[in-house]
């Protein structure tokens, strides 16, 4: 079975500066995808950032960015130049057959402070 | 384009009251899901549907029924409900289930006493 860990339940960060996410997966099969959602105190899912396992380039949307160790079973997000708006539960998910099954983990809370 | 609706928003069920959790989508996506979130548990999928009339069981489909006669409506039933069913339900649909993106509804709070 996969599982998805995401091992900071909390984080802090100040506005403009770089805040980091850990999450590690752990699955047998090659061919994969991994997601970050956003879930702000609205409760709304929304889609931060996704890779496709099979694609050695790290996804970049704005100021967010993924590092994909594909070896360490890895994905990690980082958030540059942090804004209130970043405030939001984020969640990691893996998404491995045909069946489009996502795995999530617990998740991370983060806040951006004045 | 709504993209994924669901209602109600909000509702409180007695012990053992059944009810229908709606979920509609206009993108004509052919992939359908309900997840459940519960604190500190990230999102658990509890039943999948990839087309009308194919629907399959998640990770937590005990007490949760479900059925898809249309592309565009996928709602999940309580049959008899449960305050271990208290929960926050959310739909999400997508236009092929591998790797492409799952839209997520606004999600349904639920409280079962």
């Known amino acids: 079975a996969q599982t998805v860990t995401q091992s900071q339940p909390e984080m802090s960060v100040q506005e403009a500066e770089t805040v980091t996410l850990s999450c590690t997966y752990d699955?047998?099969?090659?061919?994969?995808?991994l997601f970050w959602y956003k879930q702000p105190p609205s409760r709304q899912m929304i889609l931060v950032i996704r890779q496709e396992a099979y694609k050695q380039q790290n996804a970049t949307e704005n100021r967010f960015s993924v590092n994909f160790q594909k070896a360490a079973k890895s994905f990690s997000l980082k958030i540059s130049d942090s804004q209130l708006g970043d405030t939001a539960m984020y969640f990691c998910?893996?998404?491995?057959?045909?069946?489009?099954?996502?795995?999530f983990g617990a998740g991370t809370q983060v806040v951006v402070t004045p | 384009n709504a993209g994924v609706t669901q209602t109600p928003k909000f509702q409180v069920l007695k012990t053992g009251q059944s009810m229908t959790l709606q979920c509609a989508q206009d993108?004509?996506?052919?992939?359908m899901s309900w997840y459940r979130q519960d604190p500190g548990m990230g999102l658990r999928l509890i039943h999948y549907s990839v087309g009308a009339g194919i629907t399959d069981q998640g990770e937590v489909p005990n007490g949760y029924n479900v059925s898809r006669s249309t592309t565009e409506d996928f709602p999940l039933r309580l049959l008899s409900a449960a305050p271990s069913q208290t929960s926050v339900y959310f739909c999400?649909?997508?236009?092929?289930?591998?790797?492409?993106?799952?839209?997520f509804g606004p999600g349904t709070r639920l409280l079962v006493l």
């Open positions: 993108m004509n996506h052919e992939y």
């Open positions: 699955t047998s099969e090659n061919n994969y995808y």
């Open positions: 998910a893996f998404l491995t057959d045909s069946w489009g099954k996502l795995q």
């Open positions: 999400a649909s997508s236009p092929w289930p591998l790797g492409e993106t799952q839209y």
